[in-house]
């Protein structure tokens, strides 16, 4: 995990930054990341893109208390599965938000944030986290 | 949809051997796992150079020690070409895959005698590199590229479970408590301390809400056992047990995909395998080995194992059942938590330990009376990969 | 006529106030808060760069024009003093953000705290001379201010985005001044971490000369005064000097407060006069008129001469305001903010 390679975070752009995803035009389920092969229709499934809100829900919490190499600026940080509006779940940080604070069905929407850093000499990754939507806070 | 076809023959096994677990600073990668293979081949009484295959379960020596290619290193420092041997990876499956690679070798005809160990080293490498190292279980690109650890996947999964199921801390610190219990009776254990429910809810948060003793330990350890058709098994061996069943399935990779994050899928779906291939249920298990990682993976697994409703898992604590004594004994050498967790190793671990209570032979307190079928359950990452053995006393 | 089709803004929730920074050094806070009127600064997160707070702006912008397709801009510059990058463009990230590539132009722009302004005028001309549609101009910073220093109180991190074109306008530009001179008032030398200022000096050589000079001309060539203008913004270097500038042109002090947007959150630099003018877009009405003046230290100065049209009530409300910012804080104490800033050895990226 330690290697930031440029090709491999530059292919995630898409993903990263704009939340493109996928859809299968026959079955109709939405994946993100993107899926090239449906996993119900196999290759009957017709993939196309489709671009993410960006809004979703906290489906679960947890806090990151003994983070992985490159993380550990960070610690304590919250880390949440969020199931976006369009279905699928995705993997990501929560962000402006205390741990005491969030809560299993808080609304969020993504925004834009520095994802990792190794060091002072390598490229920096962009990407989404999550934030509370504007009142969230108050449950 | 498995196009499982019947054996060509039964398969039994027929030595055993395992290091401790634990902190080995004065042990590399090869002692360990030599150390593993010459118990297993003293019990047995064979020469190393009768082994026809090595199958050796290892999930990241490249991470933790620079060191791919294992099994021919492991073959190499046994001293044992020109044997074939081929390096198992499935995350903390590695070693229940190896095991059914070897199952399955000996099973189809091919081979005659075979050897199925793990090793892992752990603890040459530091806290931050070693959770970097533990993360490649799960999604790389989509769970830890963002910062979660493999505890906080776990956690992500204890935290909905708990909201869904609405189990209290306390509960799921009961599970710890057992573990060191019997981890406490084992003299190969990781950890042989006794705790309580306080020491789990006062020990340090590693990721919200699982503290430092709902996780395994990082261990270093190896294991090691010799599998031979039944038929043959009486030239190495009074205690033969064997192998009724060995079933894998999968599931997707990263826990955000699943179908419900509170089930293991593939530990349903090889376990239902597994039952009927063995034609055998629940009810007919004595002793479980069940792959408690984190406390939370420990009641998840009775629950997809079939041994309880979903949500129910916590009721066997509250009874004491899952102790040597109890109804249903799980992880009587203390488990990942207790026993330790040297990766590659633990699968086959888990199927030493039903060997030793099958026949009698577990120290200190632990062993289950008249134990005669057993079942372990090994898992890879959160649950990708899962392995499911059902051995009975022969 | 070219003008601004919409705008957006972003600060970032930390905030430390004075009296926490005055603790540490054993300064007189008052020097701070009544001298110099500010009360507290924003603060970005670890995971918050020049870059994060440009994308936050820009896509804030793109929400107060829903029916553009980002497909359309024809050019985008980040102009700031803390691009993440010595070499490597600000400008592409946000465009990447935004979906505006790849048929654009893009660019990094610096000029101290006058970038953003800068990108501005470089959009208006591609503009008017029809090669774009439109353009996007980003001031956008995370300034770091010298422990000790009197700009540690002020030198905040925010950013402000600003869509320029001809169709859909919510403020026309009637003109546009730039005031410059080689005037070393302010610095910082390349590898430096901090920037350097020649005290007093950028008083009246530096912010007064430029500011008042390139209002000047600006009313000169448009041929308005004072009067003509409903609200005044001015760089924010801290609270008084734009009170001052005003005084000395004579703006009166309530055309200037509803933009003073620094004793809420300090000087974003680039962003500064930028944030002020949005301040200012949301809540000015239709025919009203606006005086926007920026400075960057080296030297030099922007004027615009705005008029709000009657659409700005159609935009108004589709993004976050100044205000919700402004009122969207938690407060931190010198060492959060050490913490934050990089300050930590041992710490820093």
């Known amino acids: 995990m330690a290697m930031l390679s440029v090709p491999l975070h530059w292919r995630k752009y898409k993903e990263l930054y704009n939340l493109k995803g996928s859809r299968c035009h026959t079955c109709g389920q939405a994946f993100f990341p993107v899926k090239r092969i449906c996993p119900n229709c196999r290759r009957e499934g017709k993939i196309e893109a489709l671009p993410f809100s960006g809004r979703g829900r906290v489906y679960t919490h947890t806090v990151i208390r003994a ?72 449950r | 949809m498995n ?79 020109p044997t074939p041997a081929v390096r198992v990876e499935a995350a903390c499956a590695s070693g229940g895959v190896a095991l059914r690679q070897g199952y399955m070798a000996v099973a189809s005809g091919l081979y005659d005698l075979v050897a199925v160990g793990g090793v892992e080293k752990m603890t040459d490498v530091q806290g931050s590199w070693a959770t970097s190292a533990l993360a490649g279980a799960m999604d790389t690109e989509w769970e830890a590229y963002f910062g979660a650890t493999f505890p906080g996947i776990y956690a992500l999964m204890a935290c909905r479970y708990m909201h869904e199921y609405g189990i209290t801390r306390q509960q799921l610190a009961e599970v710890a408590v057992k573990s060191h219990f019997h981890g406490s009776l084992n003299p190969r254990a990781h950890f042989r301390n006794k705790i309580t429910t306080e020491d789990v809810e006062k020990s340090p948060l590693v990721a919200d809400p699982l503290r430092v003793y709902d996780c395994c330990p990082m261990s270093d350890g190896a294991a090691c056992m010799l599998l031979a058709p039944a038929d043959k098994a009486g030239k190495y061996t009074d205690t033969s047990i064997f192998i009724e069943a060995c079933t894998q399935a999968s599931d997707t990779l990263s826990l955000f995909a699943r179908r419900d994050i509170c089930t293991l899928d593939a530990t349903r779906e090889a376990a239902q395998q597994a039952f009927a291939q063995a034609k055998l249920s629940p009810g007919d298990v004595d002793v479980l080995e069940v792959h408690d990682c984190f406390t939370i993976a420990e009641l998840l697994a009775l629950e997809d194992l079939g041994f309880c409703p979903k949500g129910k898992a916590v009721e066997l604590y509250d009874e004491g059942q899952t102790y040597a004594g109890g109804k249903l004994p799980v ?21 030493v330990e039903l060997v030793r209570q099958l026949r009698g032979e577990a120290e200190g307190g632990r062993q289950v009376k008249n134990a005669e079928i057993g079942l372990a359950q090994n898992v890879g990452g959160s649950g990708a990969t899962a392995v499911v053995t059902i051995v009975r006393r022969g | 006529m070219v003008g601004i089709v919409s705008y957006g803004v972003y600060i970032p929730q930390w905030r430390i106030k004075v009296e926490e920074i005055a603790k540490v050094w054993s300064h007189d806070v008052n020097i701070y808060k009544d001298g110099l009127m500010v009360e507290e600064k924003s603060v970005p997160s670890l995971d918050e760069d020049t870059a994060t707070l440009a994308v936050e702006a820009a896509r804030n912008c793109l929400k107060r024009a829903p029916t553009i397709n980002p497909k359309d801009l024809g050019a985008i510059y980040v102009g700031s003093e803390s691009h993440p990058y010595a070499v490597k463009p600000t400008a592409t990230i946000v465009a990447e953000a935004v979906n505006a590539t790849p048929s654009l132009m893009a660019t990094d722009m610096e000029f101290a705290c006058k970038a953003g302004t800068a990108g501005i005028q470089a959009c208006m001309g591609l503009v008017k001379a029809g090669y774009i549609k439109y353009g996007l101009a980003v001031g956008s910073d995370t300034a770091q201010g010298q422990p000790a220093d009197p700009l540690e109180y002020t030198a905040s991190a925010g950013a402000a985005a600003y869509l320029v074109g001809e169709d859909g306008v919510i403020a026309d530009i009637k003109g546009t001044y730039s005031f410059t001179q080689d005037v070393p008032d302010f610095w910082r030398r390349d590898g430096e971490r901090y920037p350097q200022h020649a005290g007093r000096f950028t008083g009246e050589p530096g912010y007064f000369t430029h500011v008042i000079n390139c209002a000047e001309g600006l009313m000169g060539q448009t041929g308005t005064s004072p009067n003509d203008y409903d609200y005044a913004v001015f760089h924010m270097p801290n609270g008084k000097f734009p009170l001052r500038a005003g005084r000395i042109l004579g703006f009166p002090e309530e055309k200037i407060l509803p933009g003073l947007v620094v004793t809420k959150v300090g000087n974003s630099y680039s962003a500064s006069s930028l944030t002020g003018l949005a301040a200012v877009l949301d809540k000015a009405k239709g025919g009203e008129k606006i005086l926007v003046t920026s400075y960057g230290s080296g030297a030099g100065s922007d004027a615009f001469s705005l008029i709000v049209t009657d659409r700005i009530l159609e935009v108004r409300g589709l993004a976050p305001t100044v205000e919700y910012y402004i009122n969207r804080r938690r407060y931190i104490d010198y060492a959060l903010y050490s913490k934050f800033t990089g300050q930590l050895r041992g710490f820093a990226e």
């Open chain 2, 331 to 351: 992880n009587t050498d203390g488990g990942l938590k207790a026993g330790g967790h040297a990766v590659g190793a633990t699968g086959i671990k888990q199927v």
């Open chain 1, 67 to 138: 983070p992985p190499e490159g993380f550990e600026k960070y610690a304590p940080y919250l880390v949440v599965l969020v199931q976006l509006d369009e279905g699928p779940k995705v993997t990501s940080q929560l962000v402006d938000c205390s741990p005491e604070d969030v809560y299993i069905g808080m609304p969020v929407e993504a925004c834009f944030r520095r994802l990792r850093v190794q060091n002072k000499e390598g490229i920096i990754i962009y990407g989404f986290k999550f934030r509370p939507v504007d009142g969230a806070l108050k």
């Open chain 2, 3 to 81: 196009n499982y076809l019947s054996r060509k023959r039964d398969v039994a096994i027929v030595g055993v051997g395992t290091t401790s677990f634990g902190e080995h600073w004065d042990k590399g990668l090869r002692e360990l796992a030599l150390e593993a293979s010459l118990a297993a081949v003293e019990e047995a009484g064979i020469r190393g150079k009768e082994i026809q295959e090595f199958y050796v379960g290892n999930m990241s020596g490249g991470m933790f020690v620079g060191q791919e290619h294992v099994a021919a290193l492991v073959a190499d420092f046994l001293g044992l070409k």
